[in-house]
């Protein structure tokens, strides 16, 4: 697939077939790539890659003999990642088309270097709730996925009894909402039905993760143009206080909870405390708070707008400190698109505009543009975009250039430059935050199991327990 990152072509790597004789009967590999330039769980260091049905059967110095049907080299200044992981995708497949769909989703991941999403149980309808709708949703996504699949069963009032059979179906864990989630279908749960909930997570070992807001700190978004108003819609108090009941939920309960698109950095000292007490406690963070800021975004731009919202440049330094102590454990999308009529372009009103980041295939790009200018490397960015995310949802195949992991792979070109044209994109709708940004970072190709991501889905369906 190529025109990954905008409209940028290139065939920077030397791909080459061959018919070998190997010594002693034993079989070639079926790709070995050469890399100067790797990053691998040890390291960035030379090496070379050994693909046999799919796997990496072999990871060995860059200059060792391994004979093999096809080659790969590396070009200069490309560097081989592992395919990221992103488990937070809305792709809203069935019933809001429209907004995006498996196909156009999981081109854009590919094409922005991840090659595995794991889908959110609300946007779609019907909500995957329970394992009939987890069928529906399996169904529709077969056949058109670029990249592997896996997706969260969501938890609602009145779903508890579904949670096990949801589970042994093999979603990934389980999504919440502490308010309001914007879609009728799919409402949030109270106090009691939270440690309800958690309290069969607990039994199962399965995840919880929770949309961390207070509805009874948020107010009403006003009818505006001004960021200004909206972003005081939704103080840091209710990204704390809600945080606090998740934590004083997971305590009592025992339950591994995670908490999704963490925008307060004020909050992360009472999370770095639980995590030190003892609490299953995971936290992830977006590209779009790590890279944008309450101070650039124009009055009237609702592609900005998301909930919680985007704040100010000293939270966002905040943010970058929290996943250098770790306290922070991954970065994920939060790709939430919707039609350019449901993001009020016309009107620019915060109030009434769908709130949604669509950058699934931008956020390698995004971070690692931001994480060079403070020095941070490229295994940070696989360590918070691969191996973290796998590790989260117990995809031990997944996440990192290691024996026995699927050859899932990126060709990276970390000083490639590009400006975002959302026309170039593969998503649905040509709507993003990053438009016109100029961005570093190209991902030049994409390898699912050892084969280039193409025009024709070779996506799988994942599914297991953590």
Same mark, same amino acid.
């Given at each position: 697939?190529?025109?990954?990152?905008?409209?940028?072509?290139?065939?920077?790597?030397?791909?080459?077939?061959?018919?070998?004789?190997?010594?002693?009967? %034993?079989?070639?590999?079926?790709? !070995?790539?050469?890399?100067?330039?790797?990053?691998?769980?040890? *390291?960035?260091?030379?090496?070379?890659?050994?693909? +046999?049905?799919?796997?990496?059967?072999?990871?060995?110095?860059?200059?060792?003999?391994?004979?093999?049907?096809?080659?790969?080299? @590396?070009? $200069?200044?490309?560097?081989?990642? /592992?395919?990221? !992981?992103?488990?937070?995708?809305?792709?809203?497949?069935?019933?809001?088309?429209?907004?995006?769909?498996?196909?156009?989703?999981?081109?854009?991941?590919?094409?922005? *270097?991840? =090659?595995?999403?794991?889908?959110?149980?609300?946007?779609? &309808?019907? /909500?995957?709730?329970?394992?009939?709708?987890?069928?529906?949703?399996?169904?529709?996504?077969?056949?058109?996925?670029?990249?592997?699949?896996?997706?969260?069963?969501?938890?609602?009032?009145?779903?508890?009894?579904?949670?096990?059979?949801?589970?042994?179906?093999?979603?990934?864990? &389980?999504?919440?909402? @502490?308010?309001?989630?914007?879609?009728?279908?799919?409402?949030?749960?109270?106090?009691?039905?939270?440690?309800?909930?958690?309290?069969?997570?607990?039994?199962?070992?399965?995840?919880?993760?929770?949309?961390?807001? %207070?509805?009874?700190?948020? #107010?009403?978004?006003?009818?505006?143009?001004?960021?200004?108003?909206?972003?005081?819609?939704?103080?840091?108090?209710?990204?704390?206080?809600?945080?606090?009941?998740?934590?004083?939920?997971?305590?009592?309960?025992?339950?591994? !909870?995670?908490?999704?698109?963490?925008?307060?950095?004020?909050?992360?000292?009472?999370?770095?405390?639980?995590?030190?007490?003892?609490? +299953?406690?995971?936290?992830?963070?977006?590209?779009?708070? @790590?890279?944008?800021?309450?101070?650039?975004?124009?009055?009237?731009?609702?592609?900005?707008?998301?909930?919680?919202?985007?704040?100010?440049?000293?939270?966002?330094?905040?943010?970058? #400190?929290?996943?250098?102590?770790?306290?922070?454990?991954?970065?994920?999308?939060?790709?939430?698109?919707? =039609?350019?009529?449901?993001?009020? @372009?016309?009107?620019?009103?915060?109030?009434?505009?769908?709130? *949604?980041?669509? %950058?699934?295939?931008?956020?390698?790009?995004?971070?690692?543009?931001?994480?060079?200018?403070?020095?941070?490397?490229?295994?940070?960015?696989?360590?918070?975009?691969?191996?973290?995310?796998?590790?989260?949802?117990?995809?031990?195949?997944?996440?990192?250039?290691?024996?026995? +992991?699927?050859?899932?792979?990126?060709? &990276?070109? $970390?000083?490639?430059?590009?400006?975002?044209?959302?026309? #170039?994109?593969?998503?649905?709708?040509?709507?993003?935050?990053?438009?016109? #940004?100029?961005?570093?970072?190209? !991902?030049?190709?994409?390898?699912?199991?050892? +084969?280039?991501? %193409?025009?024709?889905?070779?996506?799988?369906?994942?599914?297991?327990?953590?």
């Amino acid at each position: 697939m190529n025109s990954p990152n905008g409209g940028h072509v290139s065939q920077p790597t030397s791909l080459s077939s061959s018919n070998v004789t190997v010594p002693g009967g %034993s079989d070639p590999y079926d790709l !070995v790539i050469r890399a100067d330039r790797a990053i691998l769980p040890g *390291g960035e260091q030379p090496a070379q890659i050994g693909v +046999r049905a799919g796997r990496i059967a072999t990871v060995t110095g860059r200059d060792e003999p391994l004979l093999a049907t096809e080659t790969l080299d @590396l070009g $200069p200044g490309e560097v081989l990642l /592992p395919g990221l !992981v992103d488990t937070h995708v809305h792709v809203n497949e069935p019933g809001r088309t429209e907004w995006e769909g498996f196909a156009s989703a999981t081109r854009a991941a590919a094409a922005g *270097g991840v =090659t595995t999403i794991v889908d959110m149980p609300l946007n779609s &309808f019907p /909500p995957t709730t329970n394992v009939a709708a987890l069928e529906v949703k399996r169904e529709t996504a077969r056949n058109q996925a670029f990249v592997d699949v896996g997706f969260w069963g969501g938890a609602v009032p009145g779903n508890v009894e579904h949670l096990p059979a949801l589970h042994e179906a093999g979603v990934l864990g &389980f999504k919440c909402f @502490l308010l309001d989630s914007g879609v009728p279908e799919f409402p949030p749960l109270g106090p009691d039905e939270l440690e309800q909930h958690l309290q069969v997570v607990a039994g199962l070992d399965a995840l919880m993760i929770v949309h961390a807001e %207070s509805g009874a700190v948020v #107010q009403e978004a006003p009818r505006s143009r001004r960021y200004a108003d909206f972003l005081a819609s939704r103080s840091p108090q209710a990204e704390e206080e809600a945080i606090g009941q998740v934590i004083d939920a997971a305590r009592s309960t025992g339950a591994r !909870v995670h908490i999704v698109h963490l925008s307060h950095a004020g909050a992360l000292p009472m999370i770095a405390r639980a995590k030190a007490e003892g609490v +299953r406690l995971t936290v992830e963070t977006c590209p779009h708070y @790590l890279t944008l800021d309450a101070q650039s975004i124009p009055d009237g731009a609702t592609t900005y707008k998301c909930c919680p919202p985007i704040r100010n440049k000293t939270n966002q330094d905040g943010l970058w #400190q929290g996943l250098a102590d770790g306290t922070i454990d991954i970065i994920v999308s939060d790709h939430s698109p919707s =039609t350019a009529a449901l993001k009020g @372009l016309d009107s620019g009103d915060f109030g009434t505009a769908w709130g *949604g980041i669509s %950058s699934l295939q931008l956020g390698l790009a995004a971070v690692w543009t931001n994480a060079r200018a403070r020095r941070f490397t490229l295994e940070h960015a696989a360590r918070w975009m691969a191996a973290g995310p796998a590790n989260l949802v117990g995809l031990g195949r997944k996440g990192a250039i290691a024996e026995g +992991r699927d050859a899932d792979l990126s060709v &990276f070109d $970390p000083e490639g430059t590009f400006v975002v044209d959302p026309a #170039q994109l593969h998503h649905k709708n040509p709507l993003t935050a990053y438009a016109g #940004q100029e961005l570093t970072g190209v !991902v030049r190709r994409t390898l699912l199991r050892g +084969r280039w991501v %193409s025009d024709v889905p070779q996506g799988t369906l994942i599914g297991g327990h953590p």
